[in-house]
């Protein structure tokens, strides 16, 4: 954790989340604890500890994770996030479990967390800024938890009497999007593909600064590669939803059938479409936020949030007596925090080299990447390449 840049910072999302309302002390019925998924358990080597029961006998545990959107092995932040407690737990032989909430509300959140606070759980892991109002009234009312709250930062949800805090029971982590973003189009331009698309999910900040990376970073290879103005262009569009449906695989169909090669899906599920599309088509995509290769051939790099390393890191701290309580720690390119996965990337010319060179100028701050998600992406100054900002 010496390693992690800490960073005061209320963090502004671009819309509002609606408050929640009574004492949250009474547990939700069908907020049910669930057993660690299988197939998302980390191999701990040879050598290592075997999984324990994740439970001591009368039901208790320590350590409590509560998905966001979808299901614990969604391939996305909630599998990212629950590898790192799995790991950590196994390695240390620590009780763990995760809740998955009914349904997508500020009160269901909070009765899950309510429910693995009275389970036990002694630090409890929010993956996403859904959890901004949740973490704010949690941290009042179990002042005796840590909180580790993932992409967000605690806040009333009232964008007319705004309120936000980091409590001191917790941190709230935050990433580098846009860095990650720029090494994915950084490495498409460089790995000879010229013609490229963004979908992106909501136009929430977090989405914002991947696409604008992407941007950024396909501008920045094709300068150093001398490539007339142009000669890259881009199709950017915001999908409006994290789930798959039939229209995102008809524009990406689309797309594909009018010469793009690779679409970058930042979205959660939408890469389910996007990836339908691309075999048909015989394409290719950009995962994101996790190392998504696994999930189709056509996936050839993906944009990566270490989310594993940041709550591995985040329960390490815990357990050693060193909680960051009250503060934003920031995982960028200089503590390892994002990143592209070259063990398993699919790149035709683009080396593990060419890949080591951009992020230690990204680490060193030679390329500095601009954050800014309060603009659109056509506003990005860019004169390379071709912009093609749909909505």
Not at 132 to 145: H, T
Request: proline share 5%.
């Amino acid at each position: 954790m010496k390693k992690l840049l800490t960073l005061a910072l209320a963090l502004l999302m671009i819309f509002a989340l609606v408050a929640c309302n009574g004492d949250g002390t009474t547990p939700a019925p069908d907020a049910t604890p669930t057993e660690p998924a299988g197939d998302t358990t980390p191999d701990p080597g040879p050598e290592g500890p075997e999984n324990p029961d994740p439970t001591t006998d009368d039901g208790t545990f320590e350590i409590a994770l509560i998905t966001d959107l979808g299901t614990i092995d969604d391939k996305s932040f909630n599998q990212g996030s629950w590898e790192g407690v799995v790991a950590y737990a196994v390695e240390n032989g620590i009780t763990y479990k995760y809740f998955q909430p009914a349904a997508q509300s500020d009160d269901a959140y909070l009765n899950a967390i309510d429910l693995a606070v009275q389970s036990g759980a002694k630090i409890v892991v929010t993956p996403g800024f859904l959890f901004e109002v949740p973490i704010f009234q949690a941290q009042e009312l179990f002042p005796e938890v840590k909180f580790v709250l993932l992409d967000g930062s605690p806040n009333n949800g009232d964008w007319d009497n705004f309120e936000g805090k980091v409590g001191d029971n917790t941190v709230s982590v935050l990433y580098a999007e846009e860095q990650s973003g720029f090494l994915a189009g950084y490495a498409a331009v460089k790995d000879g593909y010229t013609k490229l698309g963004f979908m992106g999910g909501m136009a929430v900040p977090a989405v914002k600064r991947f696409g604008h990376g992407y941007v950024q970073g396909a501008e920045y290879a094709a300068a150093e590669m001398g490539l007339e103005a142009g000669a890259v262009t881009i199709d950017y569009f915001y999908t409006g939803t994290f789930e798959p449906s039939a229209d995102i695989v008809t524009r990406a169909a689309a797309w594909y059938s009018d010469g793009v090669e690779v679409i970058f899906s930042c979205g959660g599920g939408i890469y389910l479409s996007i990836v339908q599309a691309a075999e048909a088509a015989g394409a290719v995509v950009i995962g994101v936020d996790v190392d998504q290769s696994a999930e189709s051939e056509t996936i050839i790099t993906s944009a990566m949030k270490l989310l594993t390393k940041s709550v591995y890191d985040c329960l390490a701290a815990f357990y050693a007596d060193e909680f960051p309580g009250g503060l934003t720690l920031i995982f960028a390119a200089d503590n390892d925090g994002v990143g592209l996965p070259m063990e398993t990337s699919k790149f035709n010319t683009f080396t593990q080299a060419d890949y080591d060179a951009v992020y230690a100028a990204l680490v060193s701050g030679e390329i500095v990447v601009d954050n800014n998600s309060e603009i659109d992406a056509d506003a990005i100054p860019v004169e390379l390449v071709s912009l093609n900002f749909l909505t």
